[in-house]
């Protein structure tokens, strides 16, 4: 039986929040901090990035897609001059155990299906076009369970963005592009994304220009029909191509995954350190 792109999106709904502690955990901020990184984008790059290892900033730019150049090269090799990539991969491992644990996250029977399903879900999956999924496969599985439940979720979502960007990319919508058209449908506010993503005015206006001009956004920035069908057509192509990395697991399993992630997300979202708005788009009403 096929499976229908809103499992994907439930299954997103709780795998994300557990993955996003490294973003928004207190922890996560510290332990970045400590190896010596000036301001919070030089950690984010650096963390997010260091299973690639040392590569060069353009490499990281055309894998996360949607942010500017320079802020990625204003971060990167810079970082690596503080902390190499192993050291920051331990830092941020153990800055994300350390949230869940405060959240109240423990090693009981919940975390350990939840983990030992993702990850074996993740194991047998294809690299195929997914950079980022395939440089974290690469790592060992941690040992601890509640690493280990990190770890997974962190595959599963770094698969999704990456099936996400080559959607994208065959759209022809550019990485600059899609926080535009994001925004024009509404789903998170357009200063907010401005600011975190480090658009000046002069590129917000010309990637809405080049939006109108396909037909895509109205002369004000709204989405056309056109745009609206486009929009969608990027998401439920994203859902479906994130159903892949659960081929492996049957129904019942997919199912025992997602029973599994259900309270430890809610626990998660309900700790508090994730912001009411995110460029995730995530349903907490579960």
Not at 39 to 62: H, I
Not at 182 to 205: I, K, L, Q, S
Not at 265 to 278: E, K, L, N
Request: aromatic share 8%; with cysteine.
């Amino acid at each position: 039986m096929q499976r229908l792109p809103e499992l994907a999106r439930q299954l997103y709904d709780r795998f994300e929040p557990i993955h996003a502690v490294t973003y928004f955990a207190p922890e996560a901020r510290a332990a970045m901090d400590d190896l010596g990184f000036r301001g919070f984008w030089m950690g984010y790059f650096a963390a997010r990035s260091a299973p690639l290892g040392r590569v060069a900033p353009e490499v990281v730019t055309a894998l996360f897609y949607n942010f500017a150049a320079a802020g990625v090269a204003k971060a990167l090799p810079a970082a690596w001059d503080i902390a190499g990539p192993q050291v920051v991969l331990a830092a941020r491992e153990a800055a994300a155990v350390a949230a869940l644990r405060r959240y109240g996250i423990t090693d009981d029977e919940t975390v350990r299906a939840a983990a030992q399903l993702a990850g074996s879900a993740a194991r047998q999956a294809s690299v195929d076009g997914r950079a980022l999924f395939a440089a974290n496969l690469a790592l060992p599985m941690p040992t601890d369970p509640i690493a280990a439940l990190w770890h997974a979720t962190t595959l599963l979502r770094e698969h999704r963005g990456d099936g996400h960007v080559a959607v994208l990319a065959a759209a022809g919508v550019s990485g600059r592009e899609s926080t535009v058209l994001h925004c024009a449908a509404g789903t998170v506010p357009a200063d907010y994304m401005r600011r975190t993503r480090h658009y000046d005015d002069a590129e917000w206006r010309a990637c809405e220009q080049s939006l109108a001009s396909r037909g895509l956004l109205t002369d004000d920035g709204a989405l056309t029909p056109a745009g609206r069908d486009l929009k969608n057509h990027i998401e439920a192509s994203t859902d479906a191509l994130s159903l892949r990395v659960f081929d492996s697991l049957d129904d019942a399993e997919v199912q025992a995954l997602l029973d599994a992630l259900t309270p430890i997300a809610r626990t998660v979202i309900a700790a508090g350190d994730m912001p009411a708005v995110t460029p995730m788009t995530l349903r907490r009403n579960f």
